[in-house]
């Protein structure tokens, strides 16, 4: 299981556009990048996933360098209630593989 | 998406009673299901993996005899805290794997406090 490193907290305001980035040195050929995020005493909420480039959602967009070695998860226009814990978990999803969390990312939003 | 459900959502025990905590996958079948403790602000931490028809496989420093785990159906797993002390006190949370046409996607339930006294 490849291991991620990602900053342990980062503080934005309402209406800007937050990064994170993750490093995951040891990723596989197989494995996928995936991001969730966790509300105080929740269950983790998934957020999106990407093999490399670029991808989209409603919520969120993910870069993938060329090389994989790095993702970054982009928040665009954040609100108050996009205050959370973000993690950054890498991984072959075509296995029932178990996931291994890391530290994950505290973002605080500020008014 | 597929929803995963815990019961109950939190519970206070006495120190040394046992306490069952279930987790359904509601709407697809999970052959595998996860179970995490999570410490306050801390991460979650994989306790075990449960498996349908067979033994769970459980992570090293985890007591298979005090955390007991049974994966009952397709749809249900269950984890048993025997002879609870105030150290398991805990966020519990169980997930469970969906396959889709991009591969598995873990879901996870709502999770369950845990308290003992």
């Known amino acids: 299981l490849a291991k991620t490193t990602q900053p342990i907290s980062m503080d934005s305001y309402e209406g800007q556009e937050v990064n994170i980035t993750c490093s995951h040195n040891n990723i596989a050929t197989n494995d996928y990048i995936t991001w969730y995020q966790q509300f105080p005493s929740q269950g983790p909420r998934f957020i999106i996933q990407g093999y490399k480039t670029k991808v989209t959602n409603e919520v969120a967009s993910l870069f993938i360098p060329a090389d994989r070695k790095s993702s970054t998860l982009s928040l665009p226009r954040v609100s108050l209630s996009d205050t959370a814990v973000y993690y950054c978990l890498v991984g072959d999803t075509n296995r029932d593989d178990k996931i291994i969390f890391g530290k994950g990312t505290r973002l605080h939003i500020l008014p | 998406g597929a929803v995963v459900s815990q019961h109950p959502s939190w519970v206070i025990c006495k120190s040394g009673t046992s306490v069952k905590i279930e987790c359904r996958s509601l709407d697809f079948q999970a052959t595998t299901m996860f179970w995490y403790r999570q410490f306050p602000k801390q991460s979650l931490m994989l306790m075990a993996t449960?498996?349908?028809?067979?033994?769970?496989?459980?992570e090293q420093g985890v007591e298979k005899d005090k955390f007991l785990i049974n994966h009952a159906s397709l749809t249900l797993s269950t984890l048993t805290v025997t002879s609870a002390h105030p150290e398991d006190s805990s966020f519990y949370i169980c997930?469970?794997?969906?396959?889709?046409?991009?591969?598995?996607?873990?879901?996870f339930g709502p999770g369950t406090r845990l308290t003992v006294l």
């Open positions: 997930s469970a794997p969906k396959t889709s046409g991009s591969g598995n996607e873990q879901f």
């Open positions: 449960s498996n349908e028809g067979s033994k769970a496989t459980y």
